[in-house]
């Protein structure tokens, strides 16, 4: 079986971008950096956090797929986020889960537990553009969104839905993207991730994700209620509708290693 | 332990502790209904086997989850089968009675349990902890329930996990009508144990494991009794003087030979199954390198029938969004070697029957110098269509084993499988050609609710 690496913090770096830009951004990339910095140090200091998430996919005819999934991160200083993802739904996966250890920069570590063999398996951490789950989101899509993976360059400020936006562009550094770049929108006043353009390796746009029904949690850490992402080519759309999210409920290392791995339920 | 009885005692202590458990606790039930039919491709080799060319199946394995909290929980799963043509497989297995617990860096899971070790694809070698439960499938990776005391530790150095397994669990045997034996049929039911405890012999094992970017590495210890027998044949016939007079006609070997063959009339060989007393140092690794994962299992194996070594390796490449799509496609390829592979078969003599039972032979690794290829296809779409061909080929004996998985999603809640296994080309002298006339292709479709 082949499972997805995700993990519900696509909106973490990209997600606050500070109204107040630093005067001396002068160029550019140092603007687009800048707003990308921001963003992150506006999340920082989450700690750890929970949910669930309901995945709806649609295929062209408009025939629809559900499936359910629980996350749970943990922010590690100095890398990428650890995160453990449960499937619940549909009921042939159920117990599967997927211990992903993300970095700033290399491929991430990912480990699969396949509750009927009891097995754990190890999965090559280079793959980011295939799909989650058959939805339209990629590994890289649901992946802990570092500073560190892209290159930035400010583009425009712009109203989306009346809500005033940075537009920057995000250059993947991996080469194993499965995208030449992304133009996001930020809006100015919380720095959250409002609406993201994905352009494939033929700098084609193939994908247009949103993000609505933002909540703040501990007065600090906005995470969306819904995102959804359509995909052009092929007329597919998925959604993720997020519930139930806990933020500090003290989870730890332990909690992100073999031993809980092979206990997840 | 009388598992029905089990399973009832486990269930009423699981719902009724959940009933009183407080607001943190979770409560999950679930079940996994299948029906399966198998086609022969062959007639069937041996004398005694069921000639039907299709066999039908039904199994259910139920589950029962409570978590009090996130540090506690427990585990119930009963399974059952029944079989149209092997009544050996028509049998019901306490596969988890388990309660689990966690204090600090301490995992402890008190119960019966079951645990996997190991990394490749073709062959699970240095996995011992679980019998395997042989009648469900040849794959061996179907396990019955294992009584255990597991402790594992982890620390920044690694997992260190012990375990004490108080009961030993028979490996189950195709009976009379089953394929997937040899010509004589298993005497399931009189084990032959090296211990003067037989099942209740006491099993220790030891492991140690480290996961970090690069690898994953394991080493492990088992002290106990084998999990895989070997076998003494039993003779039974209406006139031990004419027998003892071919014995010393023919040598055991040639009788064993000719009963083989149907020769000699009014004389049943039976299997009994006997379990050593063994010593087993494992090790399984994996290296990660961007899109390989190269695989190693090996062991060594101390006993009173033959000290031996075994290993298997190889690497999974996995080419990510393969032919522009949205699929993925890993190559797989395995080395599996056995020491025991050069061994010539033992010949007793007549010295060697006492009674009517036969010395324990050793029944030749399946895999002791072979290659195994392969490839797993995932497209990656919503019914989670996946598709695994692999072919074992033997370089000293050129027998081929093929199989070939696939599985989909059917609806919100099914799934549709199918499986072909192939045996081919196997010379006399390898034991695949026991199997030769065992090709199957089975489907299978399961509902989980």
């Not at chain 2, 989909?408 to 080309?425: P, Y």
């Amino acid at each position: 079986m082949r499972i997805p690496s995700l993990l519900p913090s696509l909106w973490l770096a990209a997600a606050a971008m500070s109204a107040a830009l630093p005067a001396h951004a002068a160029t550019p990339a140092e603007q687009g950096l800048a707003i990308a910095t921001e963003a992150d140090r506006r999340d920082q200091g989450y700690g750890d956090s929970s949910a669930t998430m309901e995945m709806i996919l649609r295929n062209r005819a408009g025939d629809e797929a559900s499936r359910e999934i629980r996350v749970k991160s943990l922010e590690v200083a100095g890398d990428g986020d650890k995160s453990m993802i449960i499937f619940d739904q549909p009921k042939d996966v159920e117990g599967t889960a997927l211990l992903t250890f993300s970095h700033k920069t290399g491929d991430d570590d990912r480990w699969l537990y396949l509750p009927a063999l009891k097995r754990v398996k190890r999965i090559a951490g280079k793959n980011k553009s295939g799909p989650f789950m058959g939805s339209e989101f990629a590994y890289e899509d649901m992946g802990s969104q570092e500073i560190e993976k892209y290159s930035y360059t400010w583009l425009r400020d712009e109203a989306i839905d009346g809500v005033s936006c940075f537009v920057i562009e995000r250059v993947p550094v991996d080469p194993d993207s499965g995208y030449t770049r992304q133009v996001a929108w930020i809006d100015q006043a919380e720095y959250r991730v409002q609406k993201v353009e994905f352009y494939d390796r033929k700098q084609s746009l193939l994908k247009t994700l949103s993000a609505k029904d933002y909540q703040q949690y501990l007065n600090k850490h906005w995470r969306p209620g819904r995102m959804d992402m359509v995909n052009h080519q092929t007329g597919k759309s998925t959604s993720l509708l997020f519930k139930n999210y806990v933020f500090g409920s003290g989870l730890s290392e332990r909690d992100f290693d073999q031993a809980s791995l092979k206990n997840a339920r | 332990m009388n598992p029905t009885r089990a399973v009832a005692l486990g269930g009423v202590l699981l719902l009724a502790s959940a009933s009183v458990a407080a607001d943190e606790s979770r409560t999950k039930f679930s079940a996994a209904l299948s029906a399966e039919g198998r086609s022969y491709l062959h007639d069937p080799s041996y004398a005694g086997q069921s000639d039907a060319a299709a066999s039908a199946s039904l199994s259910i394995e139920p589950e029962l989850y409570v978590e009090w909290s996130r540090n506690t929980s427990a585990t119930l799963t009963p399974f059952a089968r029944w079989d149209s043509l092997d009544s050996e497989r028509s049998h019901v297995d306490l596969r988890e009675l388990a309660l689990q617990q966690r204090f600090g860096n301490f995992d402890l899971r008190l119960g019966v349990s079951r645990v996997f070790w190991g990394v490749t694809e073709s062959v699970h070698l240095v996995d011992i902890i679980n019998q395997t439960d042989q009648v469900e499938n040849i794959d061996g990776e179907d396990k019955l329930g294992q009584p255990m005391a597991m402790l594992s530790w982890t620390t920044d150095a690694g997992v260190f996990t012990g375990f004490v397994l108080p009961y030993f669990r028979e490996r189950t045997l195709p009976g009379p009508d089953g394929r997937f034996r040899s010509e004589f049929t298993y005497a399931q039911d009189d084990a032959i144990y090296e211990s003067d405890d037989e099942e209740q012999h006491v099993d220790g094992a030891l492991r140690w494991s480290l996961s970090t970017s690069l690898f994953d590495l394991g080493l492990s210890y088992f002290d106990g009794t084998g999990r895989s027998p070997r076998f003494a044949p039993h003779v039974t016939t209406a006139d031990p003087g004419a027998l003892l007079q071919l014995v010393e006609q023919l040598g055991l070997a040639g009788l064993l030979g000719q009963l083989a063959q149907g020769q000699i009339d009014d004389v049943q060989v039976d299997l009994v199954p006997v379990y050593d007393q063994i010593e087993q140092t494992g090790l399984d690794l994996n290296l990660v390198s961007g899109n390989w994962i190269w695989k190693l299992e090996a062991l060594y194996q101390d006993s009173r029938a033959r000290d031996y070594g075994a290993a298997a390796g190889g690497f999974e490449y996995t080419y990510a969004a393969a032919f522009g799509s949205a699929w993925d496609a890993s190559v797989l390829m395995e080395y599996l070697w056995d020491s025991r592979g050069g061994d010539a078969a033992a010949l007793p003599t007549a010295d060697d029957l006492q009674g009517n039972l036969l010395p324990p032979q050793q029944i030749p690794p399946l895999f002791q110098n072979d290659l195994f290829v392969g490839t797993r296809l995932t497209p990656n779409d919503v019914a989670s269509t996946e598709f695994l061909a692999g072919v074992v080929v033997d370089l000293d004996h050129g027998g081929l084993f093929a199989s070939v998985e696939t599985s989909r999603r059917i609806g919100a809640s099914g799934k549709l499988s199918l499986e072909l296994r192939v045996f081919a080309d196997a010379e006399t002298e390898d034991p695949l050609y026991l199997l030769r006339n065992d090709d199957y292709l089975q489907l299978e479709y399961t509902h989980y609710f």
